[in-house]
Nanobody, 111 residues
Framework: QVQLVESGGGLVQPGGSLRLSCAASQRIFMATMYWYRQAPGKQREFVSTIFRNGTTNYADSVKGRFIVSRDKSKDEVYLQMNSVRPEDTAVYYC??????WGQGTQVTVAS
């Protein structure tokens, strides 16, 4: 079974940028990939998706600030987070086909 490993999380100041990566252990170029996040005390929520043809969707809360992309040659998916806000603080998870989850990477937005 494919394994997903997220990286790139950390502490960032409000208004700053961060780039998350998700590396897969197997080929994922045919898969729809998702980013979700879970803040303390809240349910996991959808952030973004990228289909195999490159079409993307975003939650309203991140639209215009986050950009999802994929590198099919590396079997990696990325989430570029710009103009981050304290409410973006959460554990961010990569997901494949709504069935396979990574372990998550913590993003903390604070001054």
């Amino acid at each position: 079974q494919v394994q997903l490993v997220e990286s790139g999380g950390g502490l960032v100041q409000p208004g700053g940028s961060l780039r998350l990566s998700c590396a897969a252990s197997q080929r994922i170029f045919m898969a729809t990939m998702y980013w979700y996040r879970q803040a303390p005390g809240k349910q996991r929520e959808f952030v973004s998706t990228i289909f195999r043809n490159g079409t993307t969707n975003y939650a309203d809360s991140v639209k215009g600030r986050f950009i999802v992309s994929r590198d099919k040659s590396k079997d990696e998916v990325y989430l570029q987070m710009n103009s981050v806000r304290p409410e973006d603080t959460a554990v961010y998870y990569c997901n494949m086909g709504k069935t396979v989850w990574g372990q998550g990477t913590q993003v903390t937005v604070a001054s």
